[in-house]
């Protein structure tokens, strides 16, 4: 049997972050793991640029609920549910994700969660597990399905690694060139066309 894990931001949704910088007109909150493989001094970069500028958890939900899934994105995923059993697999957080969940028609989520106090300030994050990318892959695999993983960012790669096959999904030129082993494609009918492919050489 096979299944799939795929990356959530920048596959099915836009960045988060991009959008709160967006909202906020604080251009530091651009960076995501597209920029800076060590997720623990990202994390660290936002909270401490959110707490300098008073920014609370209902900001970030704000600019959230104002997000759209990526063109072709709804339908993609209601098509590869029909193929094979799918699995979101993202760095974002249980408090972030409800809003872009519903618009996709609630697909199976494993993400993080976030310390928040009384004042809605966010002041930790809460991984589920470390390196919990690449640990969902080695479970599934465990579980004798075959993994199907889908990325685009640094903190996608163990995940490709360690599932049957891995596939970038238009990934920026520096995660794309340090990592050619992995097909690359750019379009949800490219996606489609690879998965089909993977799922009919394996069965056969």
Not at 190 to 204: C, P, R
Request: aromatic share 8%; hydrophobic share 40%; net charge neutral.
């Amino acid at each position: 049997m096979h299944l799939v894990c795929s990356d959530l931001e920048g596959i099915f949704v836009p960045e988060i972050w991009i959008n709160v910088a967006d909202m906020t007109g604080i251009e530091e909150l651009r960076l995501t793991t597209r920029d800076i493989p060590d997720y623990d001094v990202l994390m660290r970069h936002r909270l401490k640029i959110m707490t300098e500028n008073g920014l609370t958890l209902a900001d970030v939900q704000k600019a959230i609920s104002r997000m759209d899934p990526l063109d072709g994105a709804s339908k993609f995923l209601d098509w590869l549910r029909k193929k094979t059993q799918v699995i979101i697999v993202s760095d974002t957080y249980v408090e972030f994700a409800g809003p872009l969940m519903k618009k996709l028609h609630y697909p199976t989520l494993l993400c993080n969660s976030l310390s928040v106090d009384a004042r809605g300030v966010i002041r930790n994050y809460l991984l589920r597990q470390d390196d919990g990318k690449r640990q969902v892959a080695l479970a599934f695999k465990g579980l004798n399905y075959k993994v199907i993983a889908i990325g685009d960012s640094y903190n996608d790669i163990t995940m490709l690694q360690t599932a049957d096959r891995g596939i970038l999904y238009r990934p920026p030129e520096n995660v794309r060139n340090e990592n050619r082993h992995f097909p690359v494609c750019s379009s949800f009918a490219e996606l489609k066309n690879i998965i089909s492919s993977i799922i009919k050489d394996q069965e056969g």
